[in-house]
């Protein structure tokens, strides 16, 4: 298998170990990540004005490049993935993005409405290899390890446009825990926000969700937890306070599950 691969800004700087985690294993999976050229970043944040049409060009350009090669684009920053996601939509179905993102690109010769597949990660995982085979490639399984998901916002909502997993009760990530050999964790905060995006302007509330989101998975058993998102990482590590859990990336979980764990920052 063969999908055309969008990494973003931050796996290329402060989230190298997602990136680089997520291509051994897949490697190992025998799946082919191939990188966009010349990719920019997404911008982090999907723009909500409707006539905010220039930060969606990177996006737009990223995906007619995997339609081009007729091949699905994945993603793994959860940031990343939302962006890109709701950009896609705007291109099936505004008509006024529509118009005016391909006024702006048809000096580059492209016309795009919407044609690109967009998959995270975890999707390909779960939809195109099978958490069976995945399950059976593993070598060095978590057994024993009580393992809390933890989602955030930017990997489910708008639940309607990512089409992602249930928003309320998502079960991606706990299914990987299982099929690496651990045992997932469920704690009611796993799907909540961390806070980070209002973090500059007022530093209590991710504080305050940063201690709500890991006094909940400790008091539920929680070894560690998992996530794809760089900016969750970040927050939930910088403001743990006396929380003893770690957040790792799932990426570097399923290197490790796999054998492939010295293929990270080689």
């Known amino acids: ?33 191939e990188e966009v050229e010349d990719w920019q970043c997404c911008g982090g944040v999907y723009p909500t004005g409707k006539n905010e049409i220039a930060s969606k060009l990177p996006s737009v350009r990223a ?67 099978g958490w069976d085979k995945v399950k059976a490639a593993v070598t060095n399984p978590f057994t024993g390890k009580k393992i809390g998901a933890y989602y955030g916002c930017l990997l489910l909502r708008p639940g309607k446009v990512l089409d992602f997993d249930d928003p309320e009760n998502p079960q991606i990530l706990e299914d990987f825990i299982k099929a690496i050999g651990g045992t997932p964790v469920i704690y009611a905060q796993r799907n909540e926000c961390c806070g980070a995006y209002v973090g500059i302007e007022d530093s209590s509330v991710p504080e305050q969700r940063t201690k709500a989101i890991l006094e909940n998975a400790e008091d539920m058993g929680a070894d560690f937890l998992v996530t794809s998102c760089p900016l969750c990482r970040y927050n939930l590590n910088k403001n743990k306070g006396d929380s003893k859990l770690d957040v790792i990336y799932f990426t570097e ?10 293929a990270v920052n080689a």
């Open 1 to 33: 298998m063969i999908f055309s691969y969008y990494p973003g800004c931050t796996l290329k700087s402060k989230a190298k170990e997602l990136d680089q985690a997520g291509r051994a294993a897949m490697e190992k999976l025998g799946v082919s990540l």
């Open 63 to 129: 995906l007619a490049a995997a339609r081009d090669k007729d091949q699905p684009l994945v993603t793994l920053c959860s940031a990343c993935y939302n962006v890109i996601k709701q950009v896609n939509n705007d291109m099936q179905n505004d008509s006024n993005t529509i118009l005016k993102v391909n006024n702006y690109l048809s000096a580059d010769g492209i016309e795009y409405h919407g044609e690109a597949k967009v998959l995270h990660f975890l999707e390909v995982l779960r939809d195109e290899i």
């Open 253 to 262: 979980l399923l290197a490790e599950a796999l054998g492939v764990k010295e």
